[in-house]
Structure formats: C-alpha cells, structure tokens
C-alpha cells in the first residue's frame, strides 16, 4: 500500500469512523500531500469537511475529485446533498 493511501484507508477513514473528523481532516491532508491526484483522499476530506459543517470546502474537495477521477460516482453523490445549504442567489 502506498503511503498516502494508508493515510486515507487506515488512519484516516478509522478517525472519521470513531467521530472524529477534525482528525480524519489531518491525515486526508497528508494523503492529498504525498499524492495530490488521490481521488478518494479528496473525496473522503469532503465528506470530514461536511462532517464540520463547512460546505464550501466540501464542495471544492468533491469538485476536485471528479476533476481527478470523473467515473467516481460517489462524488457527485454527495456533492448533490450539499447543494441545499447553498442558497440560490
């Protein structure tokens, strides 16, 4: 397993699973850091991001994840389920 993905699979998916996605956030950094076109790193920072309640960073790491990786359907998924808490201008 590659460095950054044992920072998102492991460390970080375990985090997010234990409630704690401010810690989760950390290592999905650190994966995107080691390899920035890492789909599911961004993917899973979005949904740490969500967990947060910050949105509009959520909604960048998902943009970014199907920019890396347009087949992951998973993305636009929950990229979907944040567009409520934009209000339409």
């Known amino acids: 397993m590659q460095a950054s993905g044992y920072y998102d699979?492991?460390?970080g998916a375990t985090?997010?699973?234990?409630?704690?996605p401010d810690e989760a956030l950390?290592?999905?950094d650190k994966a995107i850091e080691i390899?920035?076109?890492?789909?599911?790193?961004w993917f899973n920072k979005?949904?740490?991001?969500?967990?947060?309640?910050?949105?509009?960073?959520a909604l960048k790491c998902y943009d970014k994840a199907i920019e890396i990786n347009p087949?992951?359907?998973?993305?636009?998924?929950?990229?979907t389920q944040l567009l409520p808490d934009f209000p339409i201008p």
């Open 71 to 79: 087949n992951y359907a998973k993305t636009g998924t929950n990229r």
């Open 9 to 11: 699979k492991n460390k």
């Open 35 to 41: 390899n920035p076109n890492y789909a599911k790193a």
């Open 15 to 20: 985090l997010d699973h234990l409630g704690k």
């Open 26 to 28: 950390k290592c999905y």
């Open 46 to 57: 979005g949904i740490a991001l969500s967990k947060l309640g910050r949105p509009d960073e």
